[in-house]
């Protein structure tokens, strides 16, 4: 198991920036596909954006697209999540996920390793 941390979460005001951060251990990590996925109160668990493990492809989705920026440090077991342009809608805990497959999956089942969640609360 690997275990992963994230970070960055706090208050932001609409329109702000946030940077999150996905830690890990291991050596194994820099060979996981690694997600965000996001939960609001009372509502399921969604993704958000992924990256592959050599980072040359990233997948979004379209809620976030061209606000949100993933990418990865395998050298610093690290992947970041650049969050720009913040809307209300955003809030919600955010966890970092890993999973072992090189396939790309937006369905929080297919992976098997998750972070505690950093809350990220944006005021309008």
């Known amino acids: 198991q690997v275990p992963l941390v994230e970070s960055g979460g706090g208050l932001v005001q609409a329109g702000g920036s946030k940077r999150l951060s996905c830690a890990a251990s291991?050596?194994?990590?820099?060979?996981?596909?690694v997600g965000w996925f996001r939960q609001a109160p009372g509502q399921e668990r969604e993704f958000v954006a992924a990256i592959r493990a050599n980072g040359e492809n990233t997948y979004y989705a379209d809620s976030v697209k061209g606000r949100f920026t993933i990418s990865r440090d395998n050298a610093k077991n690290t992947v970041v999540l650049q969050m720009n342009s913040l809307k209300p809608e955003d809030t919600a805990v955010y966890y970092c996920?890993?999973?072992?497959?090189?396939?790309?999956?937006?369905?929080?089942?297919?992976?098997?390793?998750w972070g505690q969640g950093t809350q990220v609360t944006v005021s309008s």
């Open positions: 291991g050596r194994t990590f820099s060979t996981y596909f």
């Open positions: 996920a890993g999973r072992t497959s090189p396939m790309p999956s937006e369905e929080s089942r297919g992976y098997a390793y």
